[in-house]
C-alpha cells in the first residue's frame, strides 16, 4: 500500500498568478464559527495552491475567475528553508485536480 498526503478544498478564488512555470490560486473557505454573543460568522482561511500541470493552468486561465467556487485535490508537499539563520517549514498544496462549481456571478442569484 501506498503512503499518501492529500487535501480536499473548496472556496472562492481570490488572485490567480503565474510564478515561474507554475500557477497560484488563492483559495478562501469559509468556516462557520460563534462569536461573543452566540452568533454564527464565518471565519475566512486563505491558502494558496500551486499547479505545476499544463493542462490545469490551461482550464484555470480559460475558465477560472476572481470570486469563482472551485473543488481542489491534491497532494501535499512539506518543504524547507533557510531565513536569516533560522530554517522555515511550509506545507504546499500541490494540485492534482481542479474543477469549478460555480461562477461568480451565479453568488448573487443563489
Aim: proline share 1%; aromatic share 8%.
Amino acid at each position: 500500500m501506498r503512503n499518501i498526503a492529500e487535501f480536499s478544498l473548496i472556496g472562492r478564488v481570490g488572485t490567480i498568478k503565474q510564478v515561474g512555470k507554475t500557477l497560484r490560486v488563492s483559495i478562501c473557505a469559509n468556516y462557520p464559527v460563534k462569536d461573543d454573543k452566540g452568533q454564527w460568522k464565518d471565519d475566512a482561511h486563505w491558502y494558496e495552491v500551486t499547479i505545476f500541470t499544463k493542462a490545469i493552468q490551461s482550464y484555470v486561465n480559460d475558465h477560472v475567475s476572481k470570486g469563482d467556487l472551485v473543488h481542489v485535490r491534491g497532494r501535499l508537499r512539506q518543504n524547507s528553508f533557510e531565513r536569516d539563520g533560522q530554517r522555515v517549514y511550509t506545507v504546499d498544496l500541490i494540485a492534482l485536480e481542479l474543477g469549478r462549481l460555480a461562477q461568480a456571478s451565479e453568488r448573487a442569484a443563489a
